[in-house]
């Protein structure tokens, strides 16, 4: 585990409540980066092998999965997906931001690994907004979505193990909650900003 001067910060909630154009928006800021998560699942149109995910065959994921590549990983509706452990590592060593979107079982993970992380549970308006946003995306079988939100409700239920939680009822509104949150010092930090 590498020296932290560096912070990781988890977006975690349910498939379908907008944490890619959360993370999208939050990487305006300099000094940040984002993980770039492997997966088993197959591209859903438009998504870029290396930008969107790691695509890789199972057999691939789990050599690598042997070989310490992940610092997290877990089997979500069938595929493995994982955060690969030298990029969010060297981010940690140059003193970067690095924006972990991942599910609950990898923040749990996470938080176990990499003490100090900064966990936050972004929530959907409603359930009916989720399942709206979900059917909306039209990348997935009715069953296929039935799932993902039975797995919503699950997740959650488990949204006090999160330092903060959030709800993206409007991207910008949300993304200014989340950059003060950034800002606050986290327990055991001092806070070296002069406020008047």
């Known amino acids: 585990m590498a020296s932290s001067s560096g912070k990781i910060v988890i977006l975690s909630g349910p498939s379908g409540v907008g944490k890619t154009s959360i993370c999208q928006k939050l990487l305006e800021r300099p000094a940040r980066a984002k993980s770039t998560s492997a997966t088993t699942r197959p591209p859903r149109p438009g998504e870029i092998d290396g930008v969107d995910y790691h695509f890789l065959s199972r057999e691939e994921f789990e050599k690598r999965l ?4 992940f610092a997290e990983h877990a089997e979500v509706h ?9 990029p969010l590592e060297d981010a940690l060593q140059q003193g970067v931001t690095f924006l972990l979107d991942i599910d609950v079982q990898g923040a749990e993970r996470i938080r176990q690994r990499y003490p100090g992380v900064l966990s936050i549970f972004i929530l959907p308006p409603s359930t009916e ?31 006090d193990e999160f330092d903060y939680r959030v709800v993206n009822d409007r ?4 993304v200014r909650e989340i950059e003060d949150i950034l800002e606050r010092p986290r327990p055991g930090e001092q806070n070296t900003s002069c406020r008047a």
């Open 78 to 86: 069938a595929h493995l997906y994982g955060t690969p452990r030298h």
């Open 129 to 159: 907004a989720l399942e709206k946003r979900l059917r909306g995306r039209r990348t997935d079988s009715p069953g296929v979505v039935e799932r993902r939100l039975a797995r919503a409700r699950a997740e959650i239920a488990r949204q």
């Open 66 to 69: 042997r070989a310490g590549w």
């Open 171 to 174: 991207l910008e509104r949300v």
